[in-house]
């Protein structure tokens, strides 16, 4: 079992930037894939970023953040981040880290999830 805390979200003006942080209970952290998603008002959950379960090599990103996000993680601290720059206001949503055995976008991949955190960018 793995428990996911997300925060670091807040307001924020366009073209700025926001650090999320998503800290994983359990031993095992180090062997999952780690994602995030985002939900803005609506039924969709939309992958945002994907990070392998060694980091480093392979990351995966949605068109719609690539270039301005950057998906990292410490596995001595059991922490996956997301570093968001240049937001727009169309990158509001509350953000939800995501746990799972297999590295990827789609939803189904990951087992664990996070209660979310409210990223919001006014224009």
């Known amino acids: 079992q793995v428990q996911l805390v997300e925060s670091g979200g807040g307001l924020v003006q366009a073209g700025g930037s926001l650090r999320l942080s998503c800290v994983a209970s359990g031993r095992t952290f180090s062997t999952y894939a780690m994602g995030w998603f985002r939900q803005a008002p609506g039924p969709e959950r939309d992958f945002v970023a994907a990070i392998s379960w060694n980091g480093g090599d392979y990351t995966y990103y949605a068109d719609s953040v690539k270039g301005r996000f950057t998906i990292s993680r410490d596995n001595a601290k059991n922490t996956v981040y997301l570093q968001m720059n240049s937001l727009k206001p169309e990158d509001t949503a509350v953000y939800y880290c995501?746990?799972?055995?297999?590295?990827?976008?789609?939803?189904?991949?990951?087992?664990?999830w996070g209660q979310g955190t409210q990223v919001t960018v006014s224009s």
């Open positions: 995501a746990a799972g055995s297999h590295y990827g976008s789609e939803y189904s991949k990951y087992d664990y």
